[in-house]
């Protein structure tokens, strides 16, 4: 999102106790984050959410058998994080 892109929704519109995530990670805190936190929300910065799903990625590759290291820099710099 650049600064000057209309929000994704209407914060009005959620409800003051969801919590609100993000996906970008190259901004901490987005135009739609900085309007739910106004909101009175709870937010999640991207960054977070991928750490959070980083331990749910690691079982997922385990049981569905594709352990093994996949060629790639961001695929290596995600390894790490789950090591």
Do not use: N
């Not at 990670?25 to 959410?49: H, N, S, W, Y």
């Amino acid at each position: 999102m650049k600064e000057d892109d209309s929000l994704p929704m209407d914060v009005a519109r959620i409800s003051l106790s969801a919590l609100v995530g993000e996906v970008v990670m190259k901004q901490e805190i987005t135009p739609f984050l900085a309007a739910a936190r106004a909101r009175g929300c709870e937010i999640q910065v991207g960054t977070d959410m991928l750490l959070e799903q980083t331990p749910a990625y690691r079982v997922l590759r385990l049981a569905s058998g594709h352990a093994g290291r996949a060629k790639g820099r961001c695929t290596d710099q995600l390894l790490k994080l789950l090591d």
